[in-house]
Structure formats: C-alpha cells, structure tokens
C-alpha cells in the first residue's frame, strides 16, 4: 500500500522551517526520507526504524509514530539547497527491505 | 567509493521496439533493485536480486520485461516491446543487504526512456 504524504507541494523563503509528512495505513518497521533534485537520482536522508532509533543528516530531523504509523520529516532554517522533491519510501516487516515510495512533496525555497 | 552506474542516461524508441539497460552496483553490495519512476510520481519497485537470485519480480510486467543479474554483479533489465506507457526513468539501486539496519539504498542516475 502507497504511503500518502502531504503537503504535495510547498513553497519558502530562505531560511523558514517545513515539515513533510508520511502516513501510512499498514503497521511499518522503518521509513527512509529520500531528496531528489530535479533530472538527478534520489539521495538518502534518514532513516527511522521501529523503536524510535534514526540515522541520518545532522541538519534534518524526523519523527516515527509508531502508533499512527506516521514519519514527519522536519527541515529548519531551509537553504536555496533544500529545493527539491521528498519521498518517503516504507519498509514493513517481512518485506524483504522492499520500500514503498509515497508520490513525493515538492519543496522550493526562495531568497 | 564509486557509486551506482548505469547506461545509457538517455534512450528514445519507437512502441514495439525493444531495449536494455545496464547497471554496475556499488562493489560488495548484495542486494539491487530496478525501479520505474514515471513523471511526478515517486520510483516503482519492479525487481529485486539478492546477489544473483531474485526476491521480488510481483510488480515487473514479465509479458514484455526481463532482468538478470549475472555473478551477483551487474545487472541489466530490458524491455521487448515497448509500448508507450513504458517512458520513464528507470533507476537501479543497491544496498549492502536487504533485511539488515541501517543501511540506506543508494540510487544511480537514471535512464530516462522515450517511447515514441
């Protein structure tokens, strides 16, 4: 099943704060947050696992609820290089650590 | 260490013709996986090897696609025919193991394909 994120789409100004947002309605052991720029491939941001553990950028944050299986991705104080589309891909128990990508939020930061 | 290759970046056929791709892992990574992204839509997992087996082939349209993975290694995915909802940008990934912590997929640059 498709993990939904919301927004689609958000637009800011230098140096805002953002948050991306995960759901999914099937029970989850890990979500990765990935970016993609545009005509590039997606690179790794962040990975939460069940339990509350997480790797990743020192400059970006996330949340795993495990009660609501929901993941927030949160990006503070955004730079020009933020711009870019996020995905969040969902790995459930079982699956082999095959990820499910959600349709991405389209972030653009303006100066 | 090197990343994920692949070639061609870029392929333009017309529907019925066929076509592969190629893609080179990161070394020593034992899992890879063929993704399909169409335009504004997150990638599509079509099919996953762990090192020369595969794991997952449910969502690859085996009437017309095809994948091999030779020595664990290098992998190539083909298309005979293609129609033209096939354009997209296929994209290999690779991972050190699959059911293991921690360890991120890491992405090639993509092949975009036009079908005309």
């Known amino acids: 099943q498709q993990p939904v994120q919301s927004p689609q789409a958000v637009i800011l100004r230098e140096g805002e704060d953002a948050v991306i947002n995960c759901s999914s309605s099937?029970?989850?052991?890990?979500v990765h947050w990935y970016r993609q720029k545009h005509g590039e491939a997606p690179v790794f941001l962040m990975i939460l696992l069940k339990g509350g553990e997480q790797k990743g950028h020192e400059k970006i944050s996330a949340s795993f609820n495990e009660k609501k299986q929901q993941s927030s991705l949160y990006l503070t104080a955004s730079q020009l290089s933020y711009s870019g589309t996020y995905f969040c891909g969902t790995e459930r128990g079982g699956s082999q650590g095959n990820l499910i990508f959600g349709k991405g939020t389209k972030l653009s930061v303006k100066p | 260490e090197a990343g994920v290759a692949q070639s061609p970046r870029y392929k333009i056929i017309e529907k019925r013709q066929s076509v592969a791709f190629w893609c080179n892992p990161i070394s020593g990574h034992a899992t890879l996986y063929w993704y399909q992204q169409i335009l504004g839509q997150g990638p599509k997992l079509l099919i996953q090897f762990q090192n020369n087996g595969v794991v997952d082939d449910s969502q690859l349209p085996k009437d017309r696609f095809s994948a091999e993975r030779l020595k664990g290694v290098d992998s190539t995915l083909k298309i005979q025919p293609a129609k033209l909802e096939d354009s997209a940008v296929y994209l290999c990934a690779s991972r050190k193991h699959a059911t293991q912590v921690y360890n991120e997929q890491f992405f090639g640059p993509g092949t975009r394909l036009t079908v005309l």
């Open positions: 099937k029970a989850l052991y890990s």
